[in-house]
């Protein structure tokens, strides 16, 4: 079974992002929606914040909202 570290977790309305460091791969992103459904694209990405910024970016897209492009955190 393949284990990850928690790196970050960003909270949006009815939502949560989180990023997973996982050795030897990268960064993974997940996403719980508001039907408790949880999410991941399947990518690996270079870095927690290649990897947060994918998480954001659906999380908008899927509500509709435009996504924050100064946010950094």
């Known amino acids: 079974m ?7 977790v960003s909270v949006f309305p009815g939502w949560v992002a989180g990023v997973t460091y996982h050795q030897g791969l990268g960064y993974r992103c997940w996403v719980i929606n508001p039907e408790l459904a949880v999410l991941n694209d ?8 290649a990897a947060i910024a994918a998480g954001r970016l659906f999380i908008h897209h899927s509500t509709g909202a435009e996504p924050d492009r100064g946010s950094k955190g």
């Not at 393949?2 to 970050?8: A, K, N």
């Not at 399947?42 to 914040?49: K, L």
């Open 2 to 8: 393949d284990t990850g570290r928690l790196i970050h």
């Open 42 to 49: 399947g990518e690996v990405y270079p870095s927690s914040e």
